[in-house]
C-alpha cells in the first residue's frame, strides 16, 4: 500500500471536487462538501489547512470510497 499524500486542504478539496463533490457550504476554515450524483456517499468536512493530518485524510478516503492511489491520480 503507498503512503499517503502530504496535501493541503485547498488541494483535497480540488481532488474531491473531480470526483464530483460540491461545496454546500463553509463555517470558517472548514468547508462542508456532498456528492452531486451519490446521494448515499457520507458528506466530507475539511479544513483549509497548509496540511493535512494522515488520519483525517484517511478517514476521508475512506469516507469518499476510494483507494490511496486513486487520490494520488487525481493530485
Known amino acids: 500500500m503507498p503512503k ?3 496535501i493541503s486542504g485547498n488541494e ?5 471536487e473531480k470526483m464530483g463533490y ?3 457550504r463553509q463555517k470558517g476554515s472548514h ?3 456532498h456528492h452531486k450524483l451519490d446521494k ?3 458528506p466530507l468536512t475539511i479544513p483549509k489547512h497548509k496540511e493535512l493530518g494522515k488520519g483525517l485524510l484517511r478517514k476521508l478516503i475512506r ?5 490511496i492511489e486513486a ?4 493530485l
Not at 487520490?71 to 487525481?74: G, I, P, S
Open 71 to 74: 487520490l494520488v491520480e487525481l
Open 4 to 6: 499517503i499524500p502530504a
Open 12 to 16: 483535497a478539496i480540488r481532488c474531491f
Open 22 to 24: 460540491e461545496i454546500t
Open 31 to 33: 468547508v462542508r462538501l
Open 63 to 67: 469516507d469518499a470510497e476510494i483507494t
Open 40 to 42: 448515499d456517499k457520507k
